[in-house]
Nanobody, 126 residues
Framework: QIQLVQSGGGLVQVGGSLSLNCEVF??????????VGWFRQTPGNEREFVAA????????DYADFVKGRVTISRDNAKLTVDLQMNSLKPEDTAIYFC?????????????????WGQGTQVTVSP
């Protein structure tokens, strides 16, 4: 059983930066097969893909609306994934979730992930 524990987030002004962290627990996490992704959700909307990283290769994928502003990285020793967000906009306000799945083919599809973190609020104030 895999557990994801998130930290970070909070309130930031427009143009500011914020870092989200996702720590992976559980022996079934497969460093060769698992992908870790970040999604976000606003009230009344479905979860929206933000970024993902394939653990073994380190290959990353980003949603178009965050390219150039967001960096996803992983620490293999600590089993953590960071989402560094810069130049934040009011429309980035959402609850952010990390997730992991094995043998993920399309990292932007939420149903490819079977384990989710608890979510963390990010609020960007004008």
């Amino acid at each position: 059983q895999i557990q994801l524990v998130q930290s970070g987030g909070g309130l930031v002004q427009v143009g500011g930066s914020l870092s989200l962290n996702c720590e992976v627990f559980g022996r079934t996490f497969n460093r060769y097969r698992n992908t870790v992704g970040w999604f976000r959700q606003t009230p009344g909307n479905e979860r929206e893909f933000v970024a993902a990283i394939k653990w073994y290769s380190g290959t990353t994928d980003y949603a178009d609306f965050v390219k150039g502003r967001v960096t996803i990285s992983r620490d293999n020793a600590k089993l953590t994934v960071d989402l560094q967000m810069n130049s934040l906009k009011p429309e980035d306000t959402a609850i952010y979730f990390c997730a992991t799945g094995r043998n993920v083919i399309t990292s932007s599809i939420s149903s490819e992930y079977d384990c989710w973190g608890q979510g963390t609020q990010v609020t960007v104030s004008p």
